[in-house]
């Protein structure tokens, strides 16, 4: 059983930074993929950021080039960078472990305004 926990969100002015962390009560090193998901009002929860298991990565294209999905295997914890941020980015965002099994943190808020 994995437990994860969000960290990091807020409220940011447009073009400005926050980097989120997902702390994991067990061991990640293990899991096939983690990854970052967002949810904004009215909205379908989609993808922003996964990262496999042997190093791939993959983006959303609203977070190519701005976004960084990164893992530190030693303190279990997954982080996103999220630079030149849009108000368009503004959502819950959540973060993901699976394989085996899936699970997810309760979602920490970014608001992207001036």
């Known amino acids: 059983q994995v437990q994860l926990v969000e960290s990091g969100g807020g409220l940011v002015q447009p073009g400005g930074s926050l980097r989120l962390s997902c702390a994991a009560s067990?061991?990640?090193?293990?899991?096939?993929?983690m990854g970052w998901y967002r949810q904004a009002p009215g909205n379908q929860r989609e993808l922003v950021a996964t990262l496999k298991r042997g190093g791939r990565i993959n983006y959303a294209d609203s977070a190519k080039g701005r976004f960084t999905i990164s893992r530190d295997n030693a303190k279990n914890t997954v982080y996103l960078q999220m630079n030149s941020l849009k108000p368009e980015d503004t959502a819950v965002y959540y973060c993901?472990?699976?394989?085996?099994?899936?699970?997810w943190g309760q979602g920490t808020q970014v608001t992207v305004s001036s």
């Open positions: 067990g061991s990640i090193f293990s899991m096939s993929i």
């Open positions: 993901y472990v699976g394989g085996p099994g899936d699970y």
